[in-house]
């Protein structure tokens, strides 16, 4: 009966993990990474979702929304979502707001599908039984030799391409993919500015190495301008593709950059843009407009919804969430030859957190 599936919590709680060495991008420095849990409850199952991003949603999700979510049907997911839309009006559906909706929405998820004794990859379907990912970190901290450790070794682990940062210090910008280069081999190599450039810039980039023989040129310019991305993309060396998406909060981001052709693939993040429901939609968006998607970070998150994408091409393994979701989480993928794997023995995402492993991290809300 529907009856004994309306839920009857929502709770968060926020948990912040220093970094394991100094980290940099080109636009942002950062020592600490902050995980807020979302954990929804219905018959005798509970539900986990997260996402990335500031203890303050604790707040938010178990005052303002959780009045939104409780008394419904868990398997009314669309009904959850519509509403919690509307409730976050006025405070502005984008940014903080659209990472507390991603991780109740995934959490919603889980519950389901653990209330229907599935693994999440069996009730969304699945295109692929592996999610192929690629190493991401390469940080603008790093000296060469770390760099290199790095990138060699997921290499070693069977990723078919690697990602560092640039941008900082745009002169020893071309030293640092030369040793990335020689660390990785013939293997693919995939650079992201974070949008510290502007068009000029980033095409002499593009050009001084394009004998380096670059695959993937993330976020050259600022995501929020779609026309420079397009110079960019129009301009750079063939075989160069710009990818950009990581701040996609709603379908409608999605959309602009896809009608701009702006990108030759776009990324979408689980915890950023609408949780699983709206990694479906921009992932409709993408088969529409003939353009591959890519995960962005969050790989245990990812790992079940990226089985039933068509044109996935990847989903990055960002060296801060693998690391956490591996201290914080029972269940957490691990590689194998380059790919992650659900793991269809258990139901949702086949995720636990590790509440006592987890208490020394806890920054906000209820343990």
Same mark, same amino acid.
């Given at each position: 009966?529907?009856?004994?599936?309306?839920? $009857?919590?929502?709770?968060?709680?926020?948990?912040?993990?220093?970094?394991?060495?100094?980290?940099?991008?080109?636009?942002?420095?950062?020592?600490?990474?902050?995980?807020?849990?979302?954990?929804?409850? /219905?018959?005798?199952?509970? @539900?986990?979702?997260?996402?990335?991003?500031?203890?303050? +949603?604790?707040? +938010?999700?178990?005052?303002?929304?959780?009045?939104?979510?409780?008394?419904?049907? /868990?398997?009314?997911?669309?009904?959850?979502?519509?509403? +919690?839309?509307?409730?976050?009006?006025?405070?502005?559906?984008?940014?903080?707001? /659209?990472?507390?909706?991603?991780?109740?929405?995934?959490?919603?998820?889980?519950?389901?599908?653990?209330?229907?004794?599935?693994?999440?990859?069996?009730? +969304?379907?699945?295109?692929?039984?592996?999610?192929?990912?690629?190493?991401?970190?390469?940080?603008?901290?790093?000296?060469?030799?770390?760099?290199?450790?790095?990138?060699?070794?997921?290499?070693?682990? @069977?990723?078919?391409?690697?990602?560092?940062?640039?941008?900082?210090?745009?002169?020893?910008?071309?030293?640092?993919?030369?040793?990335?280069?020689?660390?990785?081999?013939? $293997? @693919?190599?995939?650079?992201?500015?974070?949008?510290?450039?502007?068009?000029?810039?980033?095409?002499?980039?593009?050009?001084?190495?394009?004998?380096?023989?670059?695959?993937?040129?993330?976020?050259?310019?600022?995501?929020?301008?779609?026309?420079?991305?397009?110079?960019?993309?129009?301009?750079?060396?063939? @075989?160069?593709?710009?990818?950009?998406?990581?701040?996609?909060?709603?379908?409608?981001?999605?959309?602009? =950059? =896809?009608?701009?052709?702006?990108?030759?693939?776009?990324?979408?993040?689980?915890?950023?843009?609408?949780?699983?429901?709206?990694?479906?939609?921009?992932?409709?968006?993408?088969?529409?407009?003939?353009?591959?998607?890519?995960?962005?970070?969050?790989?245990?998150?990812?790992?079940?919804?990226?089985?039933?994408?068509?044109?996935?091409?990847?989903?990055?393994?960002?060296?801060?969430?693998? $690391?956490?979701?591996?201290?914080?989480?029972?269940? /957490?993928?691990?590689?194998?030859?380059?790919?992650?794997?659900?793991?269809?023995?258990?139901?949702?995402?086949?995720?636990?957190?590790?509440?006592?492993?987890?208490?020394?991290? =806890?920054?906000?809300?209820?343990?």
């Amino acid at each position: 009966m529907a009856g004994d599936r309306d839920i $009857r919590a929502l709770r968060a709680s926020a948990y912040t993990v220093p970094t394991d060495g100094p980290e940099a991008d080109g636009t942002y420095a950062w020592s600490k990474t902050t995980l807020v849990l979302v954990e929804v409850e /219905a018959a005798d199952e509970t @539900g986990l979702g997260y996402t990335y991003a500031d203890a303050s +949603l604790c707040g +938010l999700i178990g005052t303002t929304l959780v009045e939104v979510v409780v008394g419904r049907d /868990a398997f009314d997911i669309p009904g959850a979502r519509a509403a +919690l839309q509307r409730h976050v009006r006025n405070l502005g559906r984008s940014g903080l707001c /659209a990472c507390a909706l991603s991780a109740i929405d995934a959490a919603l998820w889980d519950l389901k599908a653990k209330l229907l004794a599935q693994p999440l990859a069996f009730l +969304l379907g699945r295109a692929r039984d592996r999610v192929p990912v690629y190493g991401s970190g390469g940080f603008t901290t790093y000296d060469d030799e770390r760099l290199t450790e790095q990138l060699a070794g997921w290499v070693a682990q @069977g990723c078919r391409f690697v990602k560092m940062k640039i941008g900082v210090h745009d002169a020893h910008d071309a030293h640092r993919v030369e040793v990335a280069r020689a660390a990785i081999g013939d $293997r @693919g190599l995939f650079v992201d500015a974070n949008g510290a450039y502007d068009v000029p810039t980033a095409l002499a980039f593009s050009h001084r190495n394009a004998d380096l023989a670059i695959d993937w040129f993330e976020e050259p310019v600022t995501s929020d301008d779609p026309r420079g991305l397009r110079a960019v993309r129009d301009g750079a060396p063939p @075989g160069m593709a710009v990818a950009a998406g990581e701040y996609i909060y709603t379908a409608d981001d999605a959309r602009h =950059l =896809l009608e701009a052709g702006a990108v030759d693939v776009l990324q979408a993040d689980v915890t950023r843009c609408g949780g699983v429901s709206g990694f479906l939609d921009v992932a409709a968006l993408c088969e529409a407009h003939h353009t591959d998607l890519s995960g962005h970070c969050a790989p245990s998150l990812h790992r079940h919804v990226a089985c039933g994408v068509q044109r996935l091409r990847h989903v990055e393994w960002f060296h801060d969430h693998v $690391r956490i979701e591996q201290m914080l989480f029972e269940g /957490a993928p691990t590689l194998e030859r380059g790919a992650m794997t659900p793991d269809l023995r258990e139901p949702g995402h086949g995720l636990v957190f590790k509440q006592a492993d987890a208490a020394r991290f =806890l920054v906000g809300g209820h343990a």
